[in-house]
């Protein structure tokens, strides 16, 4: 529609029926999206080959089915995050192909992969509480065209197998780190690596844990650097700029 | 320069030089502010005659001089806040026009003023120690072309004082209320008015004041409506939106 | 009754049966309300035309039923918010004409309609979860006899929105901006106008949002001048505000 | 039995079967509740006749049917505070006098009262909301012997309405103040009255009031003298305190 | 002058100048205070006897003096707190009898002394450092008449001492507990006594004390009924509700 | 598996097969758990003699039974905490002689006792909602050898009884002192005996007891020597604390 | 004194002057202390043989001086904390032999030296910044006769350093961790260790670290078993009670 | 020293004067760090070539100098962070090539230069008050190797500016925005680029603000992908973290 309007108007300059000036006058006051900004997202898109992501805490079932339901005809990768079961059974419903990470709470479907990066992004959790943020970044990741590899309940407390892993640290694209309580794996995994660490603190723990404040404020002021952190809980938001970082990383970019 | 680059382009395709295809390809790339964005905030600056504004506090002196050269230079109506008298040696160098309040610390210097409102703007402080934030305020409004009421030393402990100026608040464009402590003076004057109250808590108290915190909470969770809050100590923020509010409620806007 | 006990007093010092003095003596001692207090808020409610308003959380159906039907029997507007389907059930059952907006939590029902401002309200929500505390605003401005355009899912995220409907801020009256996470829509919505903007934080988000505290902070501390803030989802209280303004920036008001 | 003890060393002294510098050795490692603590105690609830109190919060009904049944038996005077229907079912099982306040969340019995106080407790509320911790308040002061007067729904929206009861303020033994939202009742009854003022914060409000922080901090920081402060919905403390103080301002205490 | 607009109203109406409808009329809208709020002011001060108090703190010493002044001239009991040397020196210029105690930063004169109350305030302070906050106490307590008794450096820690001095608490007519760090005093004090303790928390302590904060949420939760809390080093706050409460306590009163 | 590779390692140089140097080079580079790492772990628990701790919130009873089968499998000490009647019953299934303690929600079997300390670790716990935090503390000393003597509704508001227990606290190995609300028991008990105490902050309390906070800042802020504090509800870590503690103040550790 | 008094109670019991009843009346009266609690205290001190400890901060160097000239005269070991230089030239002068550690600020004299322990307390420090507090630890701990190994500057960020000392902490009596920012040292060292760890946040670190909250939240949430949290910055408090556990652990206590 | 330990143990194996399961168990107990820890870190800064970094606050200049002195003798490039002009007086005696950034605070010194990418950092800073933490993120990247690009003064309230230079964001290798207030500028810049954004909040503002948590929060909650969180002020952690995943993006790495 803005489209036609400046094609017109275009069509009017170069048909002499509107003065070069006049028609700068006109330019300089079309609101911004007229000049095609919905366009400049969808070139974002296709550029980037990111999934639309959906955050389904506080929408009904109806408005989530409704936004899949375009992604689904035009067949862009969708990534619903915060999803539970019931999401999932509308989703099915619109898309057979959609798959299903309960531990994430995650539904996807990806039409159009990314080529898979070289490195891998490594997601570390410290405890069997950790999982479900950890499988949110996991999920988020692979969505976007990463391969994942996993170290799980692996805290510091155990501080030896962390060592004994740490020679997979230095192959990866970038790690991500999840962790609650005091969230001191964040410090320990930075100083073990010169890769890029993404600490999420999670709400795990209780007391003065603060619902994830403890770990959070933990991972702020880690000594170690070379750790950037992440809201807690945010798995997809940790899982999302690995992803970034980790493509920048390899040859195949 | 930006503009001359699209005028070329339009004259361009003006002369068949460029297809409107083409051309319309171009626009959609062009970056925002080259269609005029500069003229754009200078049209606002025109069509308000508010001030420009210079928050002094983390600027040295140098870089104040200078941003107060280029006002004076143009002949732009300016306000500066949170400025001492060092600033203001300097300013006086450059305008020796410009004029000072103290209290208020703040310095301005009005080219063109604004017509003067119908209604005042009433600023209402708690207690003595609150007065520099109430100044900032009355300054602030006063620059964008208010009358301004002051009423101060009016606090609820002496609640029939303040009663007995409540007729005063009916005839107000608005009303800025500036307390520290508990800050309860909002929610009363809240209680006898029905025009519109813009509360500013201050820093004044001691202990579980907490720096203003108190007072912050408290005027938020008043329970008189027509209450609206600014951060702590911000007079200018108060005194700008009750100036804004007031000439809306005049005959002369 | 009391008038009586003045009017006495009065008659009395006509009547040279009390002393001048004595009578002086007597008037300073009568409790306020005695001269009327109750016909002064009656005065202003009359004045104002502004609806009584019942906020329903935490009282009783039956306390809530009861004060619904003094308002219903002496045809006052009045507006309930926070109110669920089954305050609906009886507000119905008393005044059928009486009007719900589930996803606003409002009831309300309006005898005396005031007539309708020239400018708009305008309510800006940055994400669909903000939609319920919106809608408070923007029913609670209607009652009150304000126009409103609603702009929603708005989010800073994709700016170019933004600044596409840019234009319809400059036209309003007030503009309401409700956002929760980290708030930043006022902000940008405060640099993009100059007209007032009333800014409601919500409890939307997780984490370090902590129940609305980070959008309230961020509205606070907001670099645009012309913004003030209401109570994290206090939709209701933005929307009161903002009518009050609005009706004062109108012609006809 | 430790009284028997002790009486029996100081026997056996004068009998001359312990001497005076082995029977100071024993009483000083005599634990001290041997002396007769309980008696003290016991003493001490004799001489003020307050009831004992039992905080029913976190203890199971059974644990609260023994304790009560004890001080039925021993027809001591007794209040059971947080204590919901079922608790009640179970004390009228044992004592068929006990008196129930559901708003309250008060049981009590009154084996031997207090003779009552001339000056009243005088309870004020904010808010419909903020009804159950002043009857709280009043059922303990009325345990106490204490005359209550209550003054419900008189915020300070509605200033005039306070006013128009000040005179009963002063001659109230004590005046509690019970508010949420942001307190500020509080300052304004401590402003109109030399009287002592017991205020309590109740966690009644939204948002930034964050369970009644903001009342708290408010009631802490008010500039009215004459103002002491309880814990958020501590009815109970606030009507003790009160009582206590009221009985010492009376002439019958 | 209000007073005399009032006379003459009230002396057309006699000499039947004024009806007594139109008499009705104006005095409905006289501003409060033109009824004599100033004397009702002035009654309650000559009623109490209480000194008028001036919070020094954000007060430059002109505007003590001009204060100072004329309470001095008007022979106004009076009381100054957070009053260094400097403050004395200008208040000693004024009234040469004016008395000061630098460890309570307190300035006072007392032209009409209060009767003695029988019953003493006690004042108990926790630490050394608390003294400054105690003596603020003391002074306040001692200006309104009451005798003080001070129990200083009686922490918990040395609970055997506080036992040893536990009988002068049940005389008292009010207790003041100061008390730093975690605050605990006010709980072992208002276990041990049945009389009103008014608990101050101090700023004394470091780390996470914040500033008193652990203080007073100590006092705050404490589990012995009959203590109420003031502001963190509001050791005037304290002395004042413990005078008043003291008075009330005496046959003298 | 690794123990084989270096044990290779060494015979070839024996053998003459690899040079000293090249070996030296090898060894540098083995993962550090490669190097017996496991068995360090393994010798640590066989000397400890301490049960493996299971912390079943936020684990499936899936995961937990199958953690409990490898305990029972091994004959493996074991404690399994925060532990509902719903893991009882797997539990119990895979080991019929399990034992549980439904207050302290804590399951455990001990197949190799530890022999029992000397000195018993003393409990001691302010009000009756502390006990479940403060039985958790004693089964964890218990499970870890500990004879354990408890001391409930011990509070300071009748510190009559505590002074009457206080020579327990001089013969304890260890104390832990369990207290909600203003949590002043630790100072208290810290100030009578010279033994350490453990203290643990419960989240018992309302209002401004904000679920511990107050509790457990009063107790970090103790005025008296030789108290260390626990996370919030921490009864667990404070048993395992008190018990290593103890086991070291004892003859027979 | 007061043991006179009883004294005399018991002769006169002794030679019938007094009858027991009498007597005993007058027992359960006496003030606590009189029964020997100044003794007792003198015998706790003669048990323990720790030092009496002074902390400064707060106190005039007049005070001070006047509190360790009665230490000095009494020969009792003697222990001044959080004191400067001006502290150390008043106490040399009352005792030449004084002791003064710049770092730790403290000052102490030592008549009566404890035996030494057999097993160290271990002091670990993570940054350079915090050894003021671990030099305060170090210098408790030797005052109350334990030996003391210092492992400083060992942060988390370079693990392999405290992998290398870990054998060191096996053999501590008791560990002393000192750390700023995010504190995780102390989970660290939890991890290595099964011997009691005290931990000790320091307000080193700037932004979100408040002032030694972040590392505190952290310590609190550790999910190492065996560590036990000290209030921010409090060295004391942490040396202390590793001697007091450290000389428990050890043959010679 | 222990590497000739080790060489010895090998020695004695080739030589057949220990046995392999001896050698075997020596091994098990050797610390690590004996097997080359200090190499192992060589190692890395060796195959990063990123500088030694002194962090100087809390730091005697004598220890810093100390410290540059072996990294100047050793050629090891470095940078210290937190410098004032005193420290820089220091390092340049010790190497008269070291450069310095008085508005960074910062000092560095590259002997060994990494090549120079061909993505530039843009380090974007919102006012004139956070460059100096902008400053400290452009200097870290230079000395790791990055081009930069400074994009200052350009907060949301002007957001027509941020648009023109977004084209800027998309070439970057890694974006750091640095911004105080309420931080909005990282969402508005993570809304308008794919490229990783590293958020930094500072502690510029006052009232809520509260030192830069409100900007923190705000930055945390931020509803655009790909922004990642440092620590308040921590311009260098962000340089750093940029810098990292810069290198990554580059063809050059």
């Keep these: 529609m803005n489209q036609e309007r400046i094609k017109e108007l275009l069509e009017n300059i170069r048909d002499g029926k509107v003065s070069v000036d006049r028609a700068l006058e006109r330019l300089r006051n079309l609101p911004f999206e007229d000049i095609g900004v919905a366009k400049l997202d969808h070139h974002r898109s ?15 079932i109806e408005q989530i089915g409704s936004i899949a339901k375009v992604y689904v005809e035009r067949r862009v990768n969708m990534l619903l995050t915060r999803a539970g079961d019931e999401v999932f059974r509308i ?13 994430a709470r995650c539904i996807w479907k990806t039409y159009d992969p990314l080529p898979e ?12 509480s950790d999982i479900g943020v950890a499988e949110e970044a996991c999920v988020t990741a692979g969505t976007m065209g990463c391969r994942v590899e996993k170290q799980y309940d692996i805290g510091i407390a155990g ?12 192959k990866a694209g970038a790690i991500v780190v999840v962790a609650g309580m005091e969230g001191a794996l964040a410090s320990v995994v930075g100083g073990l690596t010169s890769r890029p660490v993404i600490a999420v603190p999670t709400s795990v723990g ?15 002021n880690t000594c170690a650097p070379g750790v950037a952190v992440m809201n807690i809980d945010n798995g997809f938001g940790a899982g999302y700029f690995a992803a970034v970082v980790c493509r920048d990383s390899c040859a195949d970019k």
């Design 206 to 220: 209780y007391g003065s844990a603060f619902g994830g404040l403890a770990a959070l404020l933990g991972m702020l």
């Design 159 to 170: 501080i030896h197998r962390l060592l004994g892993v740490s020679e997979i640290f230095e």
């Design 46 to 60: 296709l550029r980037t080959g990111y999934p639309e992501v959906v955050y389904c805490e506080g929408k009904s």
């Design 91 to 103: 989703v099915r419903q619109i898309e057979p192909g959609a798959e299903y990470n309960s531990e």
């Design 117 to 128: 990066c070289e490195r891998p992004v490594v997601v570390v959790a410290a405890g069997t």
